[in-house]
T-cell receptor, first 111, second 117 residues
Framework: QKEVEQDPGPLSVPEGAIVSLNCTYS??????FMWYRQYSRKGPELLMY????GNKEDGRFTAQVDKSSKYISLFIRDSQPSDSATYLC???????????FGQGTRLTINP | GAVVSQHPSRVICKSGTSVKIECRSL??????MFWYRQFPKKSLMLMAT?????????EQGVEKDKFLINHASLTLSTLTVTSAHPEDSSFYIC?????????????FGSGTQLSVL
């Protein structure tokens, strides 16, 4: 079993829709949870950074962490064509520099 | 955010040759740099962690003699793929941080697509 599971998609939705992206994990030591956006043949860009359980909102993006279920989500409201990219979840344990990434979900927002 | 420059963005080489990839932190001093490998439609796999002035720490299964990492200064780390073969073809990405206490201040380069013929 992989430490982090993420549905690779592809996921295609119309412009303006609410997008839900998810990851599950098996390592209960993970305390820090991140979402990255990666455009084709580019490096990942940090979107959201959360610690432990709860919600965090930043503009159109909301990150949720449910440690009891080992489940994290990223919601994108009012999705735009420019949101089309691959979204990677990543997580790390307390005091650990090493990030463990999900496979990435390829998202397309159709105008 | 901070800028990490990776060069070259794309390289094609013949089998048996060596290729060097550079990763520079342009506006901060990177105490730690990381090197990842990413296959198409796959996740980023950490290859090694390098701290300035010391030997890199390689992940299990990564050949140290195959992937030479040098972190000679606080702004530059290099990855050299020695005697490259077609199976080494991949997308290589570096990341850098000035603050090892948090991953929130971890910045990624734009990646290098290596194609070995």
């Amino acid at each position: 079993q992989k430490e982090v599971e993420q549905d690779p998609g592809p996921l295609s939705v119309p412009e303006g829709a609410i997008v839900s992206l998810n990851c599950t994990y098996s390592n209960s030591a993970f305390q820090y949870f991140m979402w990255y956006r990666q455009y084709s043949r580019k490096g990942p860009e940090l979107l959201m950074y959360t610690y432990s359980s709860g919600n965090k909102e930043d503009g159109r993006f909301t990150a949720q962490v449910d440690k009891s279920s080992k489940y994290i989500s990223l919601f994108i409201r009012d999705s735009q064509p420019s949101d089309s990219a691959t979204y990677l979840c990543a997580m790390s344990a307390l005091g650990a520099q090493k990030l463990v990434f999900g496979q990435g979900t390829r998202l397309t927002i159709n105008p | 955010g901070a800028v990490v420059s990776q060069h070259p963005s794309r390289v094609i080489c013949k089998s048996g040759t060596s290729v060097k990839i550079e990763c520079r932190s342009l506006d901060f001093q990177a105490t730690t740099m990381f090197w990842y490998r990413q296959f198409p439609k796959k996740s980023l796999m950490l290859m090694a962690t390098s701290n300035e002035g010391s030997k890199a720490t390689y992940e299990q299964g990564v050949e140290k003699d195959k992937f030479l990492i040098n972190h000679a200064s606080l702004t530059l780390s290099t990855l050299t793929v020695t005697s490259a073969h077609p199976e080494d073809s991949s997308f290589y990405i570096c990341s850098a941080t000035a603050d090892s206490a948090t991953n929130e201040k971890l910045f990624f380069g734009s990646g290098t697509q290596l194609s070995v013929l």
